[in-house]
């Protein structure tokens, strides 16, 4: 095992007390502009098959890549995305709104992998340019988390929760939507904009409580 996993494993131990303690207490995850990408994109971007790993992240089997693209949009260019892996079944950026304006984007708010709406963008990476029809989307903010914790919560997949959040500028947001899934860890995703407006980090702990 190395030092990563490691940290990782005693991290995830960690946060299992915690929840066992109060279920309620989930940890935040602040998503950054980032960008998934299926088998032939990848390919095509940057000549080889697949992501190199530089960074694990909490959710089993996902990971931050060493490699990052560039997007196009109608009013700007933004480098060094960060590809995440391992690769997907369809390629989909994720943005703030900020982002969005920055590049003259207009993209729906949605669910990981609700591509129907996406909004179109031009990704470079050194290897080539693909062109895509439906992408972009802003993620809706969201819970991941295994049946156990879904059922001590007294929640299933595709409900809706409200979360408080301490602190200087904390408050309540409301609508989470809640991910159940056997391989998930429970954590809470928000956006950077999100993050920035409610005072909250990667790490922090806040509470689910009633919609």
Not at 40 to 50: E, N, R, S
Not at 96 to 122: N, V, W, Y
């Amino acid at each position: 095992m190395s030092d990563s996993q490691l940290i990782a494993s005693i991290v995830d131990k960690v946060l299992e007390r915690i929840a066992e303690a109060d279920p309620r207490q989930v940890v935040v995850g602040i998503s950054n502009r980032h960008v998934h990408l299926c088998d032939a994109d990848f390919l095509t971007l940057f000549g080889y098959p697949a992501p190199q790993v530089k960074k694990n992240v909490r959710q089993h089997g996902e990971f931050a890549a060493e490699e990052s693209v560039t997007l196009h949009g109608p009013k700007g260019t933004m480098a060094r995305v960060r590809v995440m892996g391992p690769n997907r079944s369809a390629s989909q950026v994720e943005l703030s709104r900020t982002d969005c304006f920055a590049l003259g984007i207009k993209a729906p708010m949605a669910q990981s992998g609700h591509l129907e709406t996406a909004a179109p963008i031009e990704i470079e990476g050194p290897a080539g340019r693909v062109s895509l029809d439906h992408a972009v989307i802003v993620a809706g903010r969201h819970i991941h988390m295994g049946p156990s914790d879904a059922a001590a919560l007294g929640v299933h997949d595709q409900d809706r929760v409200s979360v408080l959040f301490g602190g200087e500028r904390g408050g309540r947001l409301d609508n989470f939507l809640v991910r159940v899934k056997e391989s998930y860890l429970l954590e809470l995703h928000l956006d950077t904009d999100e993050g920035n407006a409610i005072g909250a980090a990667t790490g922090d702990y806040v509470t689910i409580c009633e919609n």
